[in-house]
């Protein structure tokens, strides 16, 4: 989960056999369910051995799930892609545990964790 106004942070690694060029990483910031804004794309940065980081945001548009993509092309011009979902949380945080009503499974228990807050003991799903 990540709240809306936030940037994401995310951390790759990348390995290849004749050498990774380039990592990058792409993320629908504004929620219109595509990636061609400039500033929707980003080159990670090398942080060592096989591994990147690239930042983006910060994250607007409306709560729901996103797609972050990554693409790793290599010195032979060779692509690996991978996708993976992170949720965009909007709203208020009535429990103040960091986590937006949209998001938090107990919205009144403060749990940032998002562990089970206790209400199953007595109510079962």
């Not at 790759?12 to 990592?23: F, I, K, L, S, Y």
């Not at 209400?119 to 079962?124: A, G």
């Amino acid at each position: 989960h990540v709240n809306g106004g936030d940037k994401l942070i995310v951390r790759v690694t990348a390995t290849d056999n004749v050498g990774v060029d380039t990592v990058e990483v792409r993320l629908d910031l504004n929620g219109d369910t595509t990636v061609n804004d400039a500033t929707e794309s980003v080159l990670a940065s090398s942080i060592g051995t096989d591994k990147y980081v690239g930042t983006l945001g910060p994250i607007t548009g409306p709560a729901g799930s996103r797609v972050v993509e990554v693409v790793a092309e290599d010195h032979h011009g060779g692509v690996a892609f991978a996708t993976t979902a992170v949720i965009v949380c909007r709203g208020i945080d009535s429990d103040t545990d960091g986590v937006l009503e949209s998001c938090d499974n107990c919205p009144r228990v403060p749990n940032s964790d998002q562990a089970d807050c206790g209400l199953r003991r007595r109510w079962p799903r």
